[in-house]
C-alpha cells in the first residue's frame, strides 16, 4: 500500500511546486496564495459545503471510470451517463404525485437515475460484448448523441419558459446538509454525499470481495487467464460497463435531487470527463476515488477562492498539472520512462 | 585483446557476493559466479535458487543491492543493459521479447536500425537475418511476423537478436525448454560453433543431460547462493543433483533425465505399463480448428485417452497441438468434428461446463492463462474454481486462505506467503501454483501442456509423479510435450503431430527417439492421420 501512494504523494509534490512557480509570475507569494485556497474551500463552512458538493458528484463518476478501468475497459461516457442520469431522476421526480412521501420518492427518483445511466452504459456495453467494438470511440460519440437528445427534449418539451430547465419536480427532493447543520448555509451540498460514499463502499465491496469482482479484475488484468479461469469475458465486458453507467449516472442526483430540484442543461459540465483524472488519481481504488475526488474538487472551489489575487484559470492549470504528474505516475507510463533511465 | 600481457586472460564474467532482494524476497545472497573466456558454462539450481535474477543483473537489467561485477577484469557493478550490449554481453530471456507484430528482420534491427537516409533498409535487415542464420545455423524466415512464429523459431530470433549485437558472452536462460530433440542438437552445434569462434556461452538450465552434453564448467546454485563449482569432467549428474535440491532426487523418469543420452531408448520399468482399465474418457473424432494463420491448424484429429492411461502427444511445437489443446478445454472453436468427455458430447460447452464435467487443464502458458500474475498466490489457486469457492456471490475468504495454505504446504511452494503475487514466484514455483490448482479440483482428463516447460528437476520430479499419479487414480491424461524424453518417460501410448496431423500412435513399448525423430520433423509420413 505504501509503494502504491507514494508515487501519486510526490506527483502532487511537484504539481505544488510548479503551482509555486506559477504563482510567482503572477508576483504572488505562493504561501499566502495556498492560505487563500484553503482558507475558501476547508477554512469555512460554506466553502467546505461547496467541496463536499463538488466533490459528491465527482465520486460518482470517478467510481464510474475505475470501475470500468478494473476491467479493462475505458468508458470515456460518464459525461452522458451523468447528463442522463439527472434527466432521468427528475424525470421521475416529475411523474410522482407532490405530496409522495420522501421515503419512497427519493428511492425512485435515485433508482430512476441509475437505470438512465445503465441505460446509456448498456449501448456500448452490448456493442463491445457482442461485437468487439471499442468501447472507447462508442462513449466519446454517444456523448454528442445523450447530450443533443436531451437538449432537444428539454428545450421542446419540458421546459420552463425561457429558461432551459425543465419544472421543479414534485417529489423526490433530498435535504441539504444546511438543514442539520446550520454552518452549512448558502452551500449545494446534501445527503447524496453518503450515497456517494455508500457506492464507494459498495464498489470495494463488489471489486475485492464478489466472485463478479474476482472475474471482472482478472478480465482487465489478463483477459486470457480470465477465459481460461472459465470466466465469459464478454458477459464481464456487459456488466462492467452497464454498472459503470449506473454510477455515473447516480451522479445526477446530486443536482438535480440535492440542489436544484430540476434537471437543467449542461450541469454535468465535464464532471464526466474530469471523472477520468478522478479515477486515474485515484488508481481505481474506490478509497483513492474518494480522495481524489475531494482533491479536484478543492482545486476546483479553491480557483473561486484565490480569483482576487491571481486568474481563476491559474488554479485550472494546477489541475491540469496534477492530472499530469499522476498521470505520469501510472505503473505503465513509469515503465516507459525506466527504459531510458541509466544507473547511478 | 591487446595491453600488457597477463599470465592468464582475466575471467569473461566475475561476479562475487552478489546481494538482491525485491521487497521482502530475497533473490540473491552471497552468489557468485566466475566464467572463463572461451567456454560454455552452464548454471544449475532449482526454481526460485536465484538464477535468472543473477544473470539480469550481469546483463545490466537491474544493479545488485550489494557485491561486485567484472567482466573481462573491468568493474561493471551495476551497468545498463545497454553498457552491457557494448561491451558484448548479450542475455537472451526465458520469456521472450519481441514484438508481435513485428518481422523477424525488423524485431532484430529494432534498437539499431539500417536505415538509408530516413527510410528503413529492410532489405538489408532481411539479408543480415539471412547471413547470420547461414552463419549460425539459426534459420528463420526474416519476412515473417513474430506473432505467427512457434515458440521455438521466436527463441532463435532472440538469439539471432543478441549475436546481431555483437554480443561475444551470451547469456542463456533455459534455451532448451521449448526445443525439440533435433532442434536441441542444432542448438548444441551453434553454440559449439561460437564456442570454436572465441565466444563464452552462460546457460541456465534445469536438465542435467544438457550439462554434461555442452558444459566445460557447472555453478550450482540453492536458494538465492552459489554452492559450488565445479569442472563438468569431474562431475556426474547424480552430484550436481545433489548439489542443486541439498538432498538425493528421485526422478520418476530419472533414467532420462540423469542417465545418458542414449538412455532413452530404454522400456519403461514396470510400473509404467498400461493399467488394465479401458473406459475411453476423452474421444476426440476428426477434429478440425482453425488458427488465425490456417484454416486447419488441427486437420482432422482422432484419438482415444482411456482412463489410467497417459497418451503423449510429441511433436515441435507449432504443429497444431496448442489449438488441439485449446479445443479441447473451449477456449477454441472447433471447426468440425466432435469431442467427446465419457458419454457426454462437448459442442458448445462453455469452459466452466466442460471443468465441471471434468476437464483438468495445465495450460501451456503460464503467464498468459495459467496465472493472473498480479493477482496473490491464494486467489490463483482458485482461479477456474471460483464459484466453488464463493457463497451466494461473495468470495469465501476463510475457504480461500485455508486452501491457500494447504496448497502451499502440500507442493511447497515457495515463498511460503499466500498474499505475495505471483509475479514475484519464480517459474518452478508458479508452475507448482498451476499443478496444485488443476490437481484439487475433481477430473476425469487432465490436459498437460508443456507441464515442465522452464522448471527445475525438482519440480520435473514432482510434476512427473503428479502427472503419474493421476494415472494411477485413473485419470486419462493428455500430455502434450515438445520434450520428447518426458513424452516417453511417462506416456502409455505416444503420438506425433505434424503438420496439423497425428502422423503416429504407437505403445510405448515400440516408440523411441530415434524412431520417432522422422515423425517429428516430417520426414516420415504416417497413415494414421
Known sequence: ?????????????????????????????????????????????????????????????????????????????????????????????????????????????????????????????????RFGASEVIVTIMLNFIVLAFLNWIVATKLH??????????????????????????????????????????????????????????????????????GVRVGIIWFRALVLSGALAGLGGTNYVLGYKQYYEEGFAAGAGYLGIAVALVGRNHPLGVLFAALLFATLSQGGLAVNAVVPKQMVEVLTAVVIIAVAASVPEVQRLLRVSRKPA | MSGPAAQAPPPAIRAQNIRKAFGPVVANARASLDVTLGTIHAVVGENGAGKSTLMRMLAGIFPPDAGQVEVRGRDVTGWSTRDAIAAGVGMVHQHFMLVPTLTVAE???????????????????EQTVESLGAKTGLVVEPTRLVADLSVGEAQRV??????????HILILDEPTAVLSPPEVQDFWRVLRKLKSDGGTVVLITHKLDEVMEISDTVTVMRAGETVGRVSTRDASPASIAKMMVGRDVVLAADRVAL????????????????????????????????????????????????????????????????????????????????????????????????????????PEDRHRRGLILE??????????????????????????????????????????????????????????????????????????AQPTRGVDVGAIE????????????????????????????????????????????????????????????????????
Not at chain 1, 508515487?7 to 511546486?17: E, G, H, R, Y
Not at chain 1, 433530498?174 to 464507494?200: E, M, Y
Not at chain 2, 534498437?111 to 538509408?116: C, D, H, K, V
Not at chain 2, 482422432?302 to 485449446?326: C, K, P, R
Request: glycine residues 12%.
Open chain 2, 375 to 448: 493477482y496473490t498466490i491464494a486467489d490463483n489457486l482458485i482461479l477456474g474454481q471460483q464459484y466453488e469457492f464463493s457463497k451466494r456471490g461473495v468470495l469465501d475468504r476463510r475457504n480461500i486462505d485455508a486452501n491457500a495454505s494447504t496448497q502451499i504446504k502440500g507442493y511447497d511452494i515457495r515463498p511460503p506467503n499466500a498474499t505475495l503475487p505471483a509475479r514475484a514466484l519464480s517459474g518452478g514455483n508458479q508452475q507448482k501454483i498451476v499443478i496444485a490448482r488443476e490437481m484439487a479440483r475433481p477430473f476425469s482428463v487432465l490436459l498437460a
Open chain 2, 107 to 125: 524485431n532484430l534491427i529494432l534498437g539499431q536500425e539500417l536505415t538509408r537516409g530516413i527510410r528503413l533498409d529492410r532489405k538489408a535487415a
Open chain 1, 160 to 229: 420552463v419558459a425561457e429558461l432551459l430547465h425543465t419544472p421543479d419536480i414534485h417529489a423526490g427532493a433530498v435535504p441539504r446538509l444546511a438543514s442539520v447543520i446550520p454552518g452549512f448555509h448558502g452551500s449545494a451540498a446534501n445527503f447524496i454525499v453518503l450515497l456517494a460514499i455508500a457506492a464507494a463502499l459498495f464498489v470495494g465491496w463488489y471489486l475485492f470481495r464478489t466472485r463478479e469482482g474476482y472475474e471482472l479484475r482478472a478480465v482487465g488484468l489478463q483477459p486470457a487467464a480470465a477465459e481460461y479461469g
Open chain 2, 259 to 362: 542417465g545418458a543420452p542414449g538412455a532413452v531408448a530404454v522400456p519403461p520399468t514396470s510400473d509404467l505399463r498400461p493399467q488394465t482399465s479401458s473406459a475411453t474418457a476423452l474421444q476426440v473424432r476428426d477434429l478440425v480448428v482453425a488458427s488465425s494463420r490456417r484454416d486447419r491448424e488441427v486437420d482432422g484429429v482422432s484419438f482415444d485417452v482411456h482412463a489410467g492411461e497417459i497418451l503423449g502427444i510429441a511433436g515441435v511445437e507449432g504443429n497444431g497441438q496448442a489449438e488441439l489443446i485449446e479445443a479441447i478445454a473451449g477456449l477454441r472453436a472447433a471447426s468440425s468434428g466432435s469431442i467427446a468427455l465419457g458419454r457426454i458430447q462437448l459442442t458448445s460447452h462453455t469452459v466452466r461446463e466442460r471443468a465441471d464435467r471434468g476437464l483438468s487443464h495445465i
Open chain 1, 1 to 129: 500500500m505504501k509503494e502504491k501512494l507514494l508515487p501519486t504523494l510526490i506527483a502532487l509534490t511537484i504539481a505544488a511546486v510548479i503551482g509555486d512557480i506559477l504563482i510567482l509570475s503572477f508576483g504572488q507569494s505562493p504561501g499566502a496564495v495556498y492560505r487563500l485556497l484553503l482558507e475558501g474551500t476547508w477554512g469555512n463552512a460554506y466553502g467546505f459545503g461547496q467541496v463536499l458538493y463538488k466533490a459528491t458528484t465527482l465520486a460518482f463518476t470517478g467510481l464510474a471510470v475505475s470501475l470500468g478501468l478494473r476491467a479493462g475497459l475505458f468508458n470515456i461516457g460518464a459525461e452522458g451517463q451523468l447528463a442522463f442520469g439527472g434527466f432521468s431522476a427528475a424525470v421521475v421526480g416529475l411523474w410522482l404525485p407532490s405530496g409522495t412521501p420522501a421515503l419512497l420518492a427519493v428511492p425512485l427518483c435515485i433508482a430512476g437515475a441509475a437505470l438512465g445511466g445503465a441505460l446509456v452504459g448498456s449501448v456500448p456495453a452490448s456493442l463491445k460484448a
Open chain 2, 462 to 529: 514432482f510434476i512427473h509423479a503428479e502427472l503419474l499419479r493421476a494415472r494411477e487414480a485413473g485419470k486419462a491424461v493428455l500430455l502434450v510435450s515438445a520434450d520428447l524424453v518426458e513424452v516417453l518417460a511417462l506416456a502409455d501410448r505416444v503420438a506425433v503431430m505434424y503438420g496439423g496431423r497425428i502422423v503416429l500412435i504407437v505403445p510405448r513399448a515400440e516408440a523411441s527417439a530415434e524412431g520417432l525423430g522422422p515423425y517429428m520433423t516430417g520426414a516420415t509420413k504416417g497413415d494414421a492421420a
Open chain 2, 158 to 167: 532472440e538469439i539471432l537478436k543478441v549475436l546481431y549485437r555483437g554480443a
